[in-house]
Protein backbone atom coordinates (compact mmCIF):
# COMPACT_ATOMS: atom_id res chain seq x y z
CA UNK A 1 0.00 0.00 0.00
CA UNK A 2 2.07 2.76 -1.39
CA UNK A 3 1.16 6.15 -2.70
CA UNK A 4 2.15 6.92 -6.06
CA UNK A 5 1.99 10.46 -6.39
CA UNK A 6 2.07 13.60 -4.34
CA UNK A 7 -1.16 15.66 -4.50
CA UNK A 8 -1.95 18.19 -1.58
CA UNK A 9 -4.74 19.07 0.58
CA UNK A 10 -5.66 21.58 -1.80
CA UNK A 11 -5.73 19.89 -5.21
CA UNK A 12 -7.81 17.03 -3.64
CA UNK A 13 -10.37 19.70 -2.55
CA UNK A 14 -10.12 21.13 -6.00
CA UNK A 15 -10.43 17.57 -7.69
CA UNK A 16 -13.43 17.00 -5.27
CA UNK A 17 -15.38 19.92 -6.35
CA UNK A 18 -14.98 19.02 -9.94
CA UNK A 19 -16.03 15.27 -9.13
CA UNK A 20 -19.31 16.75 -7.65
CA UNK A 21 -20.01 19.24 -10.57
CA UNK A 22 -19.09 17.18 -13.61
CA UNK A 23 -19.70 13.83 -12.69
CA UNK A 24 -21.81 13.40 -9.69
CA UNK A 25 -24.33 16.34 -11.58
CA UNK A 26 -24.51 18.39 -8.66
CA UNK A 27 -25.23 21.85 -9.15
CA UNK A 28 -24.44 23.46 -5.59
CA UNK A 29 -20.87 22.53 -4.18
CA UNK A 30 -18.95 23.82 -1.45
CA UNK A 31 -15.64 23.52 -0.44
CA UNK A 32 -14.52 24.00 3.41
CA UNK A 33 -17.20 25.88 4.42
CA UNK A 34 -16.74 27.29 7.60
CA UNK A 35 -20.59 27.71 9.52
CA UNK A 36 -21.63 26.82 13.11
CA UNK A 37 -22.40 23.47 11.97
CA UNK A 38 -20.13 20.79 13.75
CA UNK A 39 -17.87 19.79 10.91
CA UNK A 40 -16.31 21.06 7.91
CA UNK A 41 -16.83 18.81 4.81
CA UNK A 42 -13.89 19.13 2.42
CA UNK A 43 -16.27 18.97 -0.27
CA UNK A 44 -20.25 18.80 -0.26
CA UNK A 45 -22.54 18.97 -3.21
CA UNK A 46 -26.30 19.03 -4.04
CA UNK A 47 -28.01 17.28 -6.89
CA UNK A 48 -31.12 19.46 -6.92
CA UNK A 49 -34.32 17.16 -5.86
CA UNK A 50 -31.91 14.28 -5.49
CA UNK A 51 -29.88 13.87 -3.33
CA UNK A 52 -26.40 14.96 -1.59
CA UNK A 53 -22.84 13.76 -1.99
CA UNK A 54 -19.97 14.55 1.05
CA UNK A 55 -16.42 13.79 -0.15
CA UNK A 56 -13.66 13.81 2.51
CA UNK A 57 -10.35 14.41 1.17
CA UNK A 58 -7.24 12.44 3.16
CA UNK A 59 -3.81 12.91 2.03
CA UNK A 60 -1.95 10.68 5.07
CA UNK A 61 -3.12 7.63 6.99
CA UNK A 62 -2.75 9.44 9.87
CA UNK A 63 -5.15 12.13 9.08
CA UNK A 64 -7.44 9.41 7.81
CA UNK A 65 -7.54 7.71 11.45
CA UNK A 66 -7.85 10.69 13.37
CA UNK A 67 -10.82 11.39 11.11
CA UNK A 68 -12.58 8.21 12.81
CA UNK A 69 -12.05 9.95 16.24
CA UNK A 70 -14.03 12.88 15.62
CA UNK A 71 -17.45 12.77 17.67
CA UNK A 72 -19.73 13.77 14.46
CA UNK A 73 -18.42 10.67 12.80
CA UNK A 74 -19.65 8.50 15.55
CA UNK A 75 -23.18 9.87 16.01
CA UNK A 76 -25.58 9.40 12.67
CA UNK A 77 -27.90 12.88 13.36
CA UNK A 78 -24.80 14.78 12.05
CA UNK A 79 -23.88 13.27 9.18
CA UNK A 80 -23.72 14.48 6.02
CA UNK A 81 -24.61 13.34 2.42
CA UNK A 82 -26.64 10.87 1.27
CA UNK A 83 -23.60 9.53 -0.07
CA UNK A 84 -20.51 9.62 2.10
CA UNK A 85 -16.67 9.20 -0.07
CA UNK A 86 -12.81 9.79 0.89
CA UNK A 87 -11.04 11.19 -1.65
CA UNK A 88 -7.23 10.00 -1.39
CA UNK A 89 -3.75 9.46 -3.59
CA UNK A 90 -3.78 5.93 -5.40
CA UNK A 91 -2.95 2.96 -2.73
CA UNK A 92 -3.25 5.44 0.17
CA UNK A 93 -6.63 3.14 1.15
CA UNK A 94 -7.54 -0.30 1.07
CA UNK A 95 -11.27 -0.46 0.34
CA UNK A 96 -11.56 -2.73 3.01
CA UNK A 97 -10.53 -0.22 5.39
CA UNK A 98 -12.76 2.46 4.67
CA UNK A 99 -16.60 2.06 6.63
CA UNK A 100 -18.95 0.10 4.90
CA UNK A 101 -21.19 2.77 3.98
CA UNK A 102 -18.49 5.30 2.52
CA UNK A 103 -17.06 4.92 -0.65
CA UNK A 104 -13.51 5.50 -2.10
CA UNK A 105 -12.37 7.53 -4.46
CA UNK A 106 -8.50 8.18 -5.81
CA UNK A 107 -7.01 11.21 -7.66
CA UNK A 108 -3.71 10.48 -9.25
CA UNK A 109 -3.60 14.55 -9.48
CA UNK A 110 -5.25 14.16 -13.14
CA UNK A 111 -8.05 11.39 -13.10
CA UNK A 112 -10.23 10.96 -10.30
CA UNK A 113 -11.74 6.90 -9.92
CA UNK A 114 -14.21 5.26 -8.01
CA UNK A 115 -12.59 2.94 -6.18
CA UNK A 116 -15.35 1.32 -4.10
CA UNK A 117 -19.21 2.94 -4.05
CA UNK A 118 -20.73 4.54 -1.04
CA UNK A 119 -23.91 3.09 0.42
CA UNK A 120 -27.22 5.41 -0.54
CA UNK A 121 -28.41 6.46 2.78
CA UNK A 122 -32.33 7.18 2.10
CA UNK A 123 -32.44 9.49 4.75
CA UNK A 124 -29.79 11.10 6.64
CA UNK A 125 -30.85 13.91 8.81
CA UNK A 126 -30.50 17.05 7.55
CA UNK A 127 -29.85 19.68 10.56
CA UNK A 128 -25.71 19.84 9.50
CA UNK A 129 -26.59 20.22 5.71
CA UNK A 130 -29.33 22.99 6.05
CA UNK A 131 -26.41 25.49 8.31
CA UNK A 132 -24.30 24.49 5.74
CA UNK A 133 -27.25 25.82 2.75
CA UNK A 134 -28.13 28.53 5.14
CA UNK A 135 -24.78 29.91 5.11
CA UNK A 136 -24.31 29.82 1.46
CA UNK A 137 -27.62 31.43 0.90
CA UNK A 138 -26.43 33.81 3.30
CA UNK A 139 -22.99 34.75 2.17
CA UNK A 140 -24.52 35.43 -1.29
CA UNK A 141 -27.10 37.64 -0.55
CA UNK A 142 -24.00 39.85 1.11
CA UNK A 143 -22.01 39.38 -2.13
CA UNK A 144 -24.80 40.47 -4.21
CA UNK A 145 -27.32 42.78 -1.92
CA UNK A 146 -30.05 40.26 -2.81
CA UNK A 147 -33.12 41.10 -0.78
CA UNK A 148 -34.27 39.41 2.65
Known sequence: MKTTATVTHDALVLHAARYLKQVAGCS????????????????IGWRCGRHSTLI?????RGD?????????R????YQCGNYRF?????????????????????CD?????????????????????????????RRARLRKAVPA
Do not use: N, Q
Open 28 to 43: IVATELYTSAPCIPDA
Open 56 to 60: ECKTS
Open 64 to 72: FLRDRKKWH
Open 74 to 77: RLEG
Open 86 to 106: FLTPPGLLEPTEVPDDWGLLE
Open 109 to 137: GRITSVVKVATFHADPPRTVEMIILCSLI
